[in-house]
Each structure stands twice: as C-alpha cells, then as structure tokens.
C-alpha cells in the first residue's frame, strides 16, 4: 500500500501599510515560511485575505514599482461615480484587487520557491494605510 507523504503547513503573515497604495515585497516572509514547513516539493500558495488588495509576482525595482501604482491608478481611477462608492468610498481599491487577483502560487523545489533572478512575490496595498493586513501562506508537498 502507498502511504501518503503529502504534507500542509500553513502560516498567517500580518502586516501594517504606511500609504493608500502601496508595493511590499513579502518574498523572505514567504520563503521562511516555507522553510518551516519542511516541504521540500511542492507548492507554496500566497492568497491575501482582503478585497482591497492583491498578490503579484514581478520584479524588485523601483522604477517598476511605481509602474505599477500607476498604473493601477490610471486603470482604476479614484473619484470615479463607482456604484460601491456609494456605501463604502472604495471602488477602485476593490476593482483593482478583482483584476489583480488574490493569490499567487509558486512551485517548491529543493525546499526554495522557484522564483527567476528577477522575480520577487508582493503584497500589494489598495486602500492603506491599514494595520493587520493578514496573508495566508500555505504550503503542500512532500
Ligand atoms: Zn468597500
């Protein structure tokens, strides 16, 4: 008889955001969580717990980090006539999380995420600042 190894470890990060939007590379509190998994084949899924923010995965840089924000400004403008602006004054911040999405998944190999030379794992701010943003790292394997 096969005798499963599979193995789920899981881990809330929580973190505090100092602006409305905001770019904050997560990848050692991922790669850490990881590592106290002791899965050293797998999968490692990043999933943010709030409608008003998304995980990404792209390069540490800057330039490209205020790419992005605006980017995502300009695609989902604040001050618009958004119907969710009417109970809760943060359409855009919900827009952009639905575009964006919530989760990433990155394969674990050699008990590392397998991410590029250039490729870092984000939490991305739309509607900071706020305290105890709350990050579910989840990872399964062997
Ligand atoms: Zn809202």
Request: hydrophobic share 40%; aromatic share 6%.
């Amino acid at each position: 008889m096969l005798v499963s190894k599979l193995k789920t470890f899981a881990k809330h990060l929580v973190l505090n955001t100092g602006s409305r939007r905001e770019v904050i590379n997560i990848t050692r509190l991922v790669q850490s969580a990881v590592t106290e998994s002791g899965v050293t084949a797998g999968l490692c899924v990043v999933f943010t717990t709030h409608s008003t923010s998304a995980i990404l995965v792209n390069e540490d840089e800057e330039g490209l980090k205020s790419d992005i924000l605006r980017k995502t400004a300009e695609d989902f403008p604040e001050g618009v006539a958004w119907a969710h602006n009417r109970i809760d004054d943060n359409a855009d911040a919900h827009l952009a999380g639905t575009y964006l999405g919530p989760s990433v998944t990155v394969p674990v190999i050699g008990g590392r995420l397998t991410l590029g030379t250039w490729q870092s794992i984000f939490f991305l701010e739309l509607d900071g600042p706020r305290s105890g943003r709350r990050i579910v790292v989840q990872v399964l394997g062997e």
